[in-house]
């Protein structure tokens, strides 16, 4: 899996861990033995960011290294936020030279103002909307946002919302993990995953987390 996703600090998921397991456990064995062999169910949530806070982040983490994104990261609190996150008005206000000075690319300049419109214009929802939201109206309304897609809308559904029904098949890491625990003979095509997950439902996400953790 790639970017900070893999990691499991934070607040804990809303939904019966137990009852996730037993009912993954009696639908798929070859599931169960992964279950077995990784142990405890330990995805756990990040808490407290606005989503155009989150989704900011998701934007600069995207396509580089985590400690290079951490670097840009703190530059753009620094000099936007004067030291603590920027909201939405205050990135569009800055300047192209103050973004880029933070390190961010013309793209992604680019993405953090869609990003900040769509945030004060209500496409992207407050976190109290969205919480009452269905998880495939959510995909909606953010992959609408520059620079946000499927792929980036699933990871904010598992690791800020906690939704528990969340399979995303094109993440190299799920279907790598997905390889390695069905022992498959080539990297598995996302419609395969796709399809192996049907039985899984309704806790997609609990067996996401479990290929995941097959990698390491």
Known sequence: MAGRSSRTHGTKVRFDRDEAIAHLRERDLKLASLIDRVGAFGLKLYPGAS??????????Y?????R????????????????SFPPPERVLEAS??????????????????????KSLDGTVPEMARLRAMEDEEIVERLTVVRGI????????????LGRPDVLPIHDYGVRKGFKLAFRTR????PESVARRGE???????????YLWRALE
């Open 96 to 117: 192209d030279t103050i973004l880029r000075e933070a390190g961010l690319s013309r793209g992604k300049v680019a993405a953090l103002r869609d990003l900040a419109a």
């Open 51 to 60: 989503p155009f806070e989150a989704l900011s982040e998701s934007i600069i």
């Open 62 to 66: 995207q396509q580089i290294t985590g």
């Open 199 to 209: 039985c899984w439902r309704p806790y997609r996400t609990v067996a996401s987390w």
């Open 186 to 189: 080539a990297l598995p095509e």
């Open 68 to 83: 290079a994104a951490e670097t840009i990261a703190g530059r753009f609190r620094e000099r936007v936020g004067e030291g």
């Open 149 to 160: 897609g499927r792929w980036t809308a699933e990871m904010f559904l598992i690791f800020r």
